[in-house]
């Protein structure tokens, strides 16, 4: 991959970083109430007061704020939490990881799905599958994840209780992942009573922040399919005496994959963000649950801190993606 | 021109919930707030120790599910209207202006909205309703400043491919300036579209303030919400089921609902899909 595009596009990522930064900071020092005052108990001295403002740098003018602010970022530095009383950057990297397993499932699930709903409709085209699978990922697209959480928690947790619709753990496995990767480690550990438990309860959040991108990988990539498969060479293979299937999967996939693999990167970063509200519903101790938290806490440094690594973590993956793209489809190479 | 049975559909789902939101205080057999506490988590009246008099069941204090379900559709509707109406304003205002004038405006829109798809869209509405106060009002406001972006971007590509149509250079040539032209030639051009949006932003605008009820950031917890309902149910779900299951049928069948208007406004009104 030629290194220009790659700074180019970390050329145009750098300025919306920067924007990122100043709209977190500004955001909070526009809400109303004064942290401080919600952080100190009633029989505080106005010194106490002084103090504590000035621990937090609250007492400096703004443009002051924000330098002070941007280089304590930059250095890694993203605070203390008011609420918990314990560094933001370290209470980000331990709930982090949970969220990117939960994302990572969920991203796996959508395109496994996508894929083979695609073959499916476009092996079987013009008949009865198409239709259904045509009808069904119209309807899934349609109902948000917020949605399909709900209804996969009353269809598996109560009215079928196959599924845990709470928590990570079963409540009598005592294990703790140091580097915060719960499946990934309880993998390495051997401690396979431990993944199986952490699957078995992530599976249907996981399945609620899958499925919408599912329907829509399935619809694009299921077009594709059948734009390949109407060129030249797949009538030609198909008269050589190859079957529809072997054409499909062997040529037509490769050539159409590439416009369902962009969508999937457009959809990622929805499907990062979805977490937040997904943690809540299924009590997930990731950093999207510890988000709903610190806001209904007025803890602004953690809001802060949790924000911003969303916000760098949407930056990383589009450019990512875009890399990813550059690398697959040649043509985007010159640009 | 005849409707698709889907746009049918998204106008009865449409009239039902106006129909709720409006007639509420006439509607709803109960005072949605009026606690009964010796007929409290009922099923259904169809489940087999439902009383008729409660057709979706109660909740744990005795309160009346299809009342609250009733009311619900109130601030339901009043978010999705004033808050697809407002996200849509702020979004034709900056998409028009990068798509037709170019230059720095572009600039500054194209650039700002890359900021704002930075943040999860769901964290970005706690965060502001935790910034600008709960309340209905609030919840308006937040899905404005979050989804002015998803009108802005299509506009601005619209009024991009429009500037460079003949009927532009005409007016111009008339000697109407840019500013009217924009206004009045370009606008209504681009109206169809809008109204498309507009309609679609409303599914999602339900949803936004459903889930900000859930988490306990929306209106005050005694005028009843379907977001509030799902945070009772979800809380209760063993219990009560029904509690959770009656407010996710409405929201889904609002959802579905608007999305069945918006694609049968833009078959009716786009000349190209309409043929």
């Known amino acids: 991959m030629p290194i220009g595009l790659v700074l180019r596009r970390l050329a145009w990522a750098a300025p919306t970083l920067v924007g ?12 109303p109430g004064d942290p401080v005052a919600m952080m100190i108990g009633p029989g505080a001295t106005q010194d106490d007061i002084r103090t504590l403002r000035a621990l937090y740098g609250l007492d400096r003018s703004l443009p002051e704020q924000f330098a002070l602010y941007a280089r304590d970022v930059l250095a890694g530095d993203l605070g203390r939490s008011i609420s918990l009383k314990e560094n933001v950057g370290s209470l980000v990297a331990e709930r982090l990881p949970m969220t990117l397993e939960l994302a990572a499932l969920a991203l796996l699930v959508a395109t496994a799905m996508g894929l083979v709903a695609a073959l499916a409709a476009a092996l079987w085209r013009g008949r009865w599958p198409e239709r259904a699978i ?29 599924l845990p619709v709470f928590g990570l753990l079963d409540a009598d496995l005592a294990f703790t992942a140091s580097s915060g990767f719960v499946v990934l480690e309880s993998l390495a550990r051997g401690r396979l009573d431990v993944t199986a438990s952490a699957l078995e309860h992530l599976l249907m959040p996981a399945l609620a922040l899958a499925l919408p991108l599912a329907a829509m990988v399935a619809r694009v990539l299921k077009a594709s399919l059948l734009d390949a498969m109407a060129q030249d060479w797949a009538t030609i293979a198909r008269v050589k005496g190859f079957s529809r ?25 929805f499907l990062i963000g979805g977490t ?15 988000a709903i938290d610190a806001v209904i806490n007025r803890d602004l440094p953690l809001i802060q801190g949790i924000v911003l690594t969303f916000a760098a973590l949407f930056v ?10 550059a690398w697959l489809d040649p043509r985007q190479r010159s640009r | 021109m005849s409707l698709s049975p889907r746009a049918w559909f998204g106008i009865a789902v449409s009239l039902l ?4 939101a409006v007639g509420a205080p006439w509607l709803a057999p109960h005072d949605p707030l009026e606690q009964d506490l010796l007929a409290s988590s009922l099923p259904p009246a169809w489940a087999a120790d439902g009383e008729a008099r409660f057709l979706f069941g109660t909740d744990s204090l005795g309160r009346d599910i299809l009342s609250r379900l009733v009311w619900g559709a109130r601030p339901a509707l009043i978010v999705a209207v004033a808050g697809a109406l407002l996200a849509g304003v702020v979004g034709t205002f900056l998409g028009l202006a990068a798509g037709f004038f170019g230059g720095w405006w572009d600039a500054v829109v194209s650039r700002l909205v890359d900021v704002w798809m930075s943040f999860p869209a769901v964290l970005l509405a706690i965060v502001l309703v935790a910034v600008i106060g709960t309340g209905l009002w609030s919840v308006v406001i937040a899905i404005a400043l979050i989804d002015w972006t998803r009108f802005a971007r299509v506009v601005r ?36 579209l809008l109204l498309t949006l507009v309609t679609l932003e409303m599914g999602i605008a339900v949803v936004v303030e459903a889930i900000l009820s859930f988490v306990g950031l929306s209106v005050s917890s005694d005028m009843p919400t379907w977001g509030g309902l799902i945070q009772e149910g979800r ?8 509690l959770l299951g009656l407010p996710v049928v409405a929201l889904a069948l609002a959802v579905l609902g608007f999305n069945a208007l918006g694609d049968g406004l833009r078959e009716s009104l786009d000349p190209v899909v309409a043929r």
């Open chain 2, 17 to 20: 919930l106006a129909a709720c």
């Open chain 1, 245 to 269: 299937r072997q054409v499909l999967l062997r040529h037509a996939l490769r050539n159409a994959l590439s416009p369902a693999l962009t969508l999937t990167g457009v959809q990622l970063t």
């Open chain 1, 134 to 162: 045509d009808a069904v990922t119209g309807f899934v697209t349609a109902i948000p994840d917020f949605l399909w959480a709900l209804a996969g928690i009353l269809a598996f947790g109560v009215l079928l209780p196959v």
């Open chain 2, 157 to 192: 590509a619209e009024a991009m491919q429009q500037s460079r149509l003949n009927y532009v250079v005409a007016a111009r040539t008339i000697g109407l300036s840019r500013a009217a032209t924009l206004a009045r030639e370009v606008l209504p051009n681009v109206l169809p």
């Open chain 1, 316 to 325: 990383v993956v589009n450019l990512l993606v875009d890399l990813a793209n």
């Open chain 2, 235 to 242: 809380l209760y779900v063993n219990q009560t089921p029904w």
């Open chain 1, 20 to 31: 990122v930064l100043v709209v977190v900071f500004s955001l909070l020092r526009l809400a």
């Open chain 1, 276 to 290: 937040v509200l997904i943690e809540r519903i299924f009590g997930l101790p990731g950093i999207g649950s510890m």
